[in-house]
């Protein structure tokens, strides 16, 4: 489970991410560029923890944007979380 989303939408999330991603833009790169596709997001805080995360994510930078119908089949890959209530 992940953001109350059970196993089964998280792996068919992951899955969407495999899909648009190839040798050249990894499924790190993809997510990075998913995440950057926003109008709204000029940049990203991103957890890295080892040397080889921070080499995919200085690689994820180097990688063509996602087009417009890529971002719309991630987009639609999972039902949006949004919160009820404020924390």
Avoid: C, M, W
């Avoid at 648009?20 to 997510?31: F, H, L, Q, V």
């Avoid at 930078?61 to 996602?66: D, E, S």
Wanted: proline letters at 9%; aromatic letters at 4%.
């Amino acid at each position: 489970k992940y953001l109350e989303y059970p196993p089964e939408t998280v792996q068919k999330a992951a899955a969407a991410v495999h899909a648009r991603s190839d040798a050249e833009r990894g499924p790190a790169a993809t997510a990075v560029r998913f995440v950057l596709h926003h109008p709204a997001v000029s940049s990203a805080v991103l957890g890295i923890r080892t040397p080889a995360q921070l080499e995919e994510a200085l690689a994820a930078g180097r990688t063509q944007p996602l087009t417009g119908p890529e971002a719309d089949a991630l987009r639609n890959a999972l039902p949006a979380n949004v919160y009820a209530e404020h924390r």
